[in-house]
């Protein structure tokens, strides 16, 4: 994204050793943020991001302690950090059956629209 114009990307994760591989992975793209923090705790205010990228962060939280609570501590934290209009895109490799609930929650505010990308033959 970075590479195609979209300059303006922070990236978190709650691994320091993540974050610090990847800034040191993308040290020419300067304008990119790499900051530690907890998905079910964004330190950053309301309304702030126009896109939401999750790469399968619903997976990790799922395989964990108090999955459903963390998950829907996290799409309430993203939910507040999008703006008016955002879009919060998720890569899953949960099945849609499995996963589409979590964002149809009593304290979302979201339009649930999914798609099946399949492998390349």
Same mark, same amino acid.
């Given at each position: 994204m970075y590479d195609d114009g979209y300059k303006n990307i922070a990236n978190i994760d709650i691994s320091s050793v993540c974050i610090e591989n990847m800034k040191e992975r993308n040290f020419e793209r300067s304008e990119? !943020?790499?900051? $530690?923090?907890?998905? !079910?705790?964004?330190k950053y205010d309301d309304q702030t991001f126009d896109l939401a990228i999750d790469k399968s962060t619903?997976?990790? @939280? @799922?395989? &964990? %302690? %108090?999955? *459903? @609570?963390?998950?829907?501590?996290m799409t309430k934290e993203v939910q507040r950090v999008l703006k008016t209009g955002g879009y919060y895109f $998720?890569?899953?490799? &949960?099945? +849609? %059956?499995?996963?589409n609930h979590h964002f149809l929650r +009593?304290?979302?505010d *979201?339009?649930?629209?999914?798609? !099946?990308?399949? +492998?390349?033959?």
């Amino acid at each position: 994204m970075y590479d195609d114009g979209y300059k303006n990307i922070a990236n978190i994760d709650i691994s320091s050793v993540c974050i610090e591989n990847m800034k040191e992975r993308n040290f020419e793209r300067s304008e990119m !943020t790499w900051e $530690v923090m907890d998905v !079910t705790d964004i330190k950053y205010d309301d309304q702030t991001f126009d896109l939401a990228i999750d790469k399968s962060t619903i997976d990790a @939280l @799922l395989c &964990g %302690d %108090d999955s *459903f @609570l963390n998950v829907a501590k996290m799409t309430k934290e993203v939910q507040r950090v999008l703006k008016t209009g955002g879009y919060y895109f $998720v890569i899953s490799y &949960g099945q +849609p %059956d499995n996963r589409n609930h979590h964002f149809l929650r +009593p304290h979302l505010d *979201f339009n649930l629209e999914y798609g !099946t990308v399949y +492998p390349v033959d």
